[in-house]
């Protein structure tokens, strides 16, 4: 399968959390893709992250494709540029963060795959959170 990313429109999520989730490549919405789901993840320049979180079915492996940040995985922290990556197995927790001034783009592969309301979950967690601001 091919896809060209700037063809799939993607889901916004608001501060604090702030990103653009693409879902490219799922059992959801293609019916060749059975074993993985691919997301594309923008995180926001000077700022933009995730909260500390862990996906209990899944692994994630994250490829930074471009930009700069950190990445906090268990116990250690690491600085994150183009061309490095990171697994978060399942039940381990994990954070990005965007430290640059430009966009973060990070390719996130779960493996076995997860549905995509994923992205709805993300959504309540950042409302979630500004309410407790």
């Known amino acids: 399968m091919f896809i060209q990313f700037d063809s799939v429109n993607g889901a916004k999520i608001d501060k604090p959390f702030e990103r653009e989730l693409k879902v490219l490549m799922s059992p959801d919405n293609n019916a060749n893709v059975k074993d993985f789901t691919f997301i594309l993840s923008t995180l926001a320049p000077n700022g933009g992250c995730t909260d500390f979180h862990s996906h209990n079915e899944s692994g994630e492996l994250m490829i930074f494709l471009s930009g700069t940040g950190r990445a906090w995985f268990e116990d250690s922290v690491y600085d994150i540029t183009p061309g490095t990556a990171l697994y978060a197995p399942p039940g381990k927790v994990h954070k990005t963060l965007n430290t640059g001034n430009e ?21 309540e967690e950042s409302e979630r959170a500004r309410g407790n601001s």
């Open 103 to 123: 966009p973060l783009q990070i390719a996130c592969i779960f493996i076995p795959a997860i549905s995509t309301d994923y992205i709805l979950k993300m959504r």
